[in-house]
T-cell receptor
Framework: DTEVTQTPKHLVMGMTNKKSLKCEQHMGHRAMYWYKQKAKKPPELMFV???????INESVPSRFSPECPNSSLLNLHLHALQPEDSALYLC????????????FGPGTRLLVL | AQTVTQSQPEMSVQEAETVTLSCTYD???????LFWYKQPPSRQMILVIRQEAYKQQNATENRFSVNFQKAAKSFSLKISDSQLGDAAMYFC??????????FGAGTILRVKS
């Protein structure tokens, strides 16, 4: 089973709202990733977690706050977003940070009004 | 930083025919991994095939195969017996240290019936 799930599928939020995206995997993977993808563009890495600790932060604005409460779950907390943050947010996981194959979830389509 | 180039923004193929998508990359590393991911309109990034640079043999997965030319830093994807379900955006990706994926700009593949 190579399933990564993400909720919600769609999210509309105002610039003053606080919301969270959730990603879950039950493959025993110990590395998890957040990507941002604009329309017709490739995904861009935001964060990498390895064994529940933040390993890479690609200079992402503080209005995006990741959290990894356990090895199966990855959250992305959103606060005071801008309209340009509207995008598809993809989660991925791999067995470990040294294991090359990343498996992606279906994404959350975010619209910031 | 490594770069990945996909020079074909769009490609078309007739159903049951063969199509080749091109990808070149730039790296000073000798050992690395390369991937092709498919992203249909449903948005989910699906792993198509992967290649380990130290392996001489080209990877194959059913109708999908690669032509890996390490010296030329070329990694093309061949799709044989194209099917309507192959229509998607295809991304070539290079794995950097820390398991960061660097993606090409993508190629939209259209399959004609």
């Amino acid at each position: 089973d190579t399933e990564v799930t993400q909720t919600p599928k769609h999210l509309v939020m105002g610039m003053t709202n606080k919301k969270s995206l959730k990603c879950e995997q039950h493959m025993g993977h110990r590395a998890m990733y957040w990507y941002k993808q604009k329309a017709k563009k490739p995904p861009e890495l935001m964060f990498v977690y390895s064994y529940e600790k933040l390993s890479i932060n690609e200079s992402v604005p503080s209005r995006f706050s990741p959290e990894c409460p356990n090895s199966s779950l990855l959250n992305l907390h959103l606060h005071a977003l801008q309209p340009e943050d509207s995008a598809l947010y993809l989660c991925a996981s791999s067995q470990a940070i040294t294991q090359e194959t990343q498996y992606f979830g279906p994404g959350t389509r975010l619209l910031v009004l | 930083a490594q770069t990945v180039t996909q020079s074909q923004p769009e490609m078309s193929v007739q159903e049951a025919e063969t199509v080749t998508l091109s990808c070149t990359y730039d790296t000073s590393e000798s050992d690395y991994y390369l991937f092709w991911y498919k992203q249909p309109p449903s948005r989910q990034m699906i792993l198509v095939i992967r290649q380990e640079a130290y392996k001489q043999q080209n990877a194959t997965e059913n109708r999908f195969s690669v032509n890996f030319q390490k010296a030329a830093k070329s990694f093309s994807l061949k799709i044989s017996d194209s099917q309507l379900g192959d229509a998607a955006m295809y991304f070539c990706a290079y794995r950097e240290t820390g398991n960061k994926l660097v993606f090409g700009a993508g190629t939209i593949l259209r399959v004609k019936s």
